[in-house]
C-alpha cells in the first residue's frame, strides 16, 4: 500500500487515490491517505462489555489495535463467512484501526471535483455517514466519514472540550477565523470549541472550494481591509470539490491573500503529509484532534 501512494498531494493537485471496498451489495471507498495496509481476515480476541461494533482486537505485528465490524456498524447483513472478509488497516488521528469489509475491489485515482456531497435530504437534520460520492464506471462510490464512525464508537478519540477547560478564563475576541470542514459533525465540534475558547467571528464552510470563492470575495472587495474578513484560515485536507492542500496552495501562491496564515486541521497529519504542507506554505500543522494545540497557535498567529 505504500508503494502506491506516490506524491499526489505534494503540489496541491487536487488528486487523491481511494480504496473500493465493498459490503454486501453495497460499494464505499476510503482515501488511500488513510490506509496502511489490506489483510486477510485474522481471527481477533473478544472484549468484554465493548461496543457492540467492536469485533474484538488483534496484534497484527508490534503493537495492538480494535477491529471494527464495519457492516453492522452500517446494518448491513454479514458475511456468511468471515473468513472470507479482509481488514483494512486504517491510520488516522494518531491511531490504528483495523475495519473489517466483505471485499476489496480497487484502488481509483480521481479528483476532488468529481466527489459530490450528498444531499442533504438523504439525512435530513441527522450528521451523515457519507462525506462524499464519486462515479465511477457507472457506479456510486459512497466516501465514508471514518473520523464519524470511530468517534461514535469510541467518544474519546473525538475533540475534547476538557482540553478548552484548561486554558482557564479567556478574553473574548472578533478576530475573524474562516473554517474549511466537510464533515458536519467536526465542523460543529470545531466551531463550539472555538467559541469556548473566546472567539466569536466563525465562518464554516463544507469544502475548499467554497473557502476559495469567499476569500476571492474579500480580495475583491476590500483587499485593504482583508484581515477585517479573515485573520486565519484553518482548513481539513480531505474535502469535495476542494482539499486543503490545494486550497493552501491557491492562498499562498496569491499575492494579496499569501500572508493570511494558514493551519492544516486533519487527521491525515503525519511525517510525509507534514512535509506536503509545509511545502505548499502552511504555516502551522495540527493532528485532529488537539483542539488546545489548534487554539494555541491561532492565538499566536493572530492574536
Given at each position: ?82 473468513n472470507k ?88 475576541t472578533d ?26 467571528s466563525i ?101
Open positions: 500500500m505504500e508503494n502506491n501512494k506516490g506524491i499526489l498531494l505534494e503540489s496541491g493537485t487536487n488528486e487523491l487515490e481511494i480504496v473500493e471496498f465493498k459490503i454486501a451489495d453495497n460499494t464505499f471507498g476510503i482515501n488511500v491517505a488513510k490506509v496502511r495496509e489490506i489483510m486477510p481476515y485474522t481471527k481477533v480476541t473478544t472484549v468484554p462489555n465493548s461496543h457492540p461494533c467492536i469485533k474484538g482486537i488483534f496484534k497484527p505485528r508490534d503493537s495492538v489495535m480494535a477491529v471494527i465490524d464495519l457492516p453492522r456498524y452500517l446494518n448491513l447483513p454479514a458475511a456468511e463467512d468471515d472478509n479482509l481488514f483494512i488497516i486504517a491510520n488516522f488521528n494518531k491511531l490504528y484501526t483495523a475495519f473489517q469489509v466483505h471485499s476489496v475491489v480497487g484502488i481509483h485515482r480521481i479528483s476532488w471535483t468529481d466527489i459530490e456531497k450528498p444531499d442533504s435530504t438523504l439525512y435530513g437534520d441527522k450528521e451523515g455517514l457519507i462525506t462524499g460520492i464519486v462515479k465511477l464506471s457507472g457506479k456510486l462510490i459512497m466516501i465514508l466519514d471514518f473520523e464519524k464512525i470511530l468517534v461514535d464508537i469510541s467518544p474519546q478519540t473525538g475533540i475534547q472540550m476538557s482540553e478548552i477547560d484548561r486554558l482557564g478564563q479567556r478574553k473574548r478576530k475573524p477565523i474562516v473554517i474549511a470542514e466537510d464533515s458536519e459533525m467536526l465542523t460543529k465540534m470545531l466551531y463550539d470549541a472555538l467559541t469556548k475558547a473566546g472567539y466569536t465562518t464554516t464552510l463544507p469544502n475548499g472550494k467554497e473557502a476559495w470563492d469567499l476569500l476571492e470575495t474579500f480580495k475583491k472587495d476590500t483587499p485593504q481591509k482583508l484581515k477585517e474578513h479573515v485573520a486565519c484560515v484553518i482548513t481539513d485536507i480531505e474535502m469535495p470539490q476542494m482539499d486543503g492542500h490545494r486550497l493552501t496552495k491557491l492562498i499562498k501562491d496569491d499575492e494579496v491573500l499569501r500572508k493570511l496564515p494558514v493551519i492544516i486541521f486533519s487527521s491525515l497529519i503525519n511525517e510525509e503529509m507534514r512535509r506536503k504542507g509545509e511545502a505548499l506554505g502552511a504555516d502551522a500543522q495540527v493532528t485532529k484532534p488537539e483542539i488546545g494545540n489548534l487554539v494555541g497557535l491561532i492565538d499566536k498567529l493572530i492574536l
